[in-house]
């Protein structure tokens, strides 16, 4: 569960170029978007391809976003329950 | 419209093999053969440019955001301070980058630098400018499209002030001067006085 969540703070600080974050930055509960971590609408489509290319999840609706991108702890719920790799 | 204001460079920036220069002074001096993206990193961190989105940036970016943060850096400039940017290479690095994730899954943060134009919106947001913008590709640095256009917006009104010049990115092989024109300097904005810089460092 735990190793789920250490993954994903990992995979978004590379991929989303948070050059100046590490994962003791990310509360599990911190929201990704806004006042939390700030990422932006680009950072949003770059986590679709991130849960296609890491899970196999393909989001065909990218509004489906909005209720799994809100927290690692959301994020890591709904890769458990969808993943396909 | 007052056509007889002369403009001056006040400030200008030169970015390259592994050193820039502020003004023709050395302010950053690092080992040309290191890693053209270890560059970007040390001198982020060296000039203290605070700036968190700049890690996100294509490299054409990145270039434009540490040069302009540079050179607008203590200055008096307005939101009304245009951009007028020319190269030869458009936004090749990361185009080919794109055409190469193509063979995958696509990266939207890739793709939405594949135009050379966007450093001028990258650095209109970290400088909230509100102005005047148009980036040419040439064949190689024009000083007299760069004075002509400028002059242009100057004395039409329709800038205070401008920042002009060459950035330029080829297989991370980098070339940029950039220029803060305005009312204000001792240099004067003219096509010899933009030559002498740019050869600056270029021989």
């Known amino acids: 569960m735990s190793d789920l969540r250490t993954e994903l703070k990992q995979s978004i600080i590379v991929q989303l170029n948070l050059e100046e974050l590490t994962i003791e930055d990310i509360d599990n509960n911190d929201s990704l978007f806004g006042d939390g971590l700030g990422l932006d609408s680009i950072d949003a489509l770059e986590l679709i391809v991130l849960l296609e290319k890491d899970y196999g999840i393909k989001l065909t609706d990218p509004n489906q976003g909005k209720e799994i991108f809100i927290s690692i702890n959301k994020m890591a719920e709904y890769i458990e329950s969808h993943r396909t790799k | ?203």
């Open chain 2, 1 to 203: 419209m007052d056509i007889a204001r002369k403009h001056f460079i006040t400030n200008s920036i030169r970015i390259k093999n592994g050193k820039i220069f502020l003004n023709k002074e050395t302010i950053l001096s690092l080992d040309p053969k290191i890693d053209f993206s270890q560059f970007l990193k040390d001198a982020y961190k060296q000039l203290a440019l605070k700036y968190p989105k700049y890690h996100k940036m294509d490299s054409l970016c990145k270039l434009g955001v540490l040069g302009s943060t540079i050179l607008l850096r203590d200055q008096d400039f307005t939101e009304n301070t245009a951009l007028v940017f020319s190269n030869a290479s458009s936004s090749h690095d990361i185009d080919i980058k794109h055409k190469q994730s193509m063979e995958s899954i696509v990266s939207p943060a890739v793709f939405v630098y594949t135009l050379p134009n966007i450093v001028l919106g990258e650095i209109s947001i970290k400088h909230k400018l509100q102005s005047e913008n148009v980036f040419f590709i040439e064949d190689q640095f024009n000083a007299d499209l760069l004075v002509d256009y400028s002059e242009t917006l100057l004395k039409s009104g329709k800038a205070s002030s401008v920042v002009c010049g060459w950035i330029e990115l080829k297989n991370d092989q980098y070339d940029v001067l950039l220029c803060l024109v305005s009312n204000n300097g001792e240099i004067p904005f003219t096509r010899e006085k933009l030559e002498e810089l740019y050869r600056f460092d270029n021989e």
